[in-house]
């Protein structure tokens, strides 16, 4: 296995806005968003989101917040192909009039874990301030294989991007129901 093998989770294309966008009604800190992601925390109680723009709602919830945000149909595939390092937390929606859409979305917390960015092999630009030398552009996400834990989801140490095995990446594809975009991390460019 290569780090050509793994994958980041892109939010689906909307270029046209036709994509039902959702803000948080009850908003939480951010330290708190990060901590439901990284699947280290459950909410007392669901987070509640209302949509305000778009018309079609996805298998993969668009939010103004870190939070993942998936349909009943991606956990019953997950489930189906034994992927690991998740799990959910229940959620509430609302359409634009403030109605309830439905039960069948859930949060999802990312549990699978490698180590840190290679921040050396991951810079693709730098700067030197005071000198000290500092990335400014990213190429790629970077990482020890030894330090991954073998999850099919799971995060780095030290970022919140999803990252996914090709495994997951086979299983999900085929899929029409599966909204999401899967970037190879060695293209992933941030800055």
């Not at 959702?22 to 330290?31: A, C, G, M, N, R």
């Not at 840190?116 to 000198?131: H, M, P, Q």
């Given at each position: 296995m290569t780090l050509d093998d793994f994958f980041c989770l892109e939010w689906p294309d909307d270029s046209d806005g036709d994509v039902v966008w959702?803000?948080?009604?009850?908003?939480?800190?951010?330290?708190r968003d990060l901590e439901l992601v990284r699947g280290s925390l459950l909410p007392d109680k669901p987070p509640v989101f209302q949509a305000v723009s778009g018309h079609i709602v996805l298998s993969v919830i668009?939010?103004?917040?870190?939070?993942?945000?998936?349909?009943?149909?991606?956990i019953d595939l997950m489930r189906s192909y034994n992927l690991t390092g998740w799990?959910?937390?229940?959620?509430?929606?609302?359409?634009i009039a403030g109605k309830p859409i439905s039960d069948t979305y859930f949060g999802l917390g990312v549990t699978g874990r490698a180590g840190?960015?290679?921040?050396?092999?991951?810079?693709?630009?730098?700067?030197?301030?005071?000198?000290k030398k500092s990335p400014v552009n990213y190429r790629g996400l970077h990482f020890d294989l030894r330090s991954w834990d073998g999850s099919d989801v799971f995060l780095l140490q030290d970022r919140n991007h999803v990252l996914v095995s090709r495994r997951f990446v086979e299983c999900m594809k085929p899929h029409p129901v599966v909204s999401w975009d899967f970037m190879p991390i060695l293209s992933f460019g941030f800055y």
């Open positions: 959702f803000e948080d009604k009850e908003p939480l800190s951010v330290s668009r939010n103004n917040r870190v939070l993942p945000i998936v349909s009943k149909d991606i799990h959910t937390w229940p959620v509430r929606l609302f359409d840190a960015l290679d921040v050396e092999k991951s810079a693709s630009s730098w700067s030197v301030r005071s000198g």
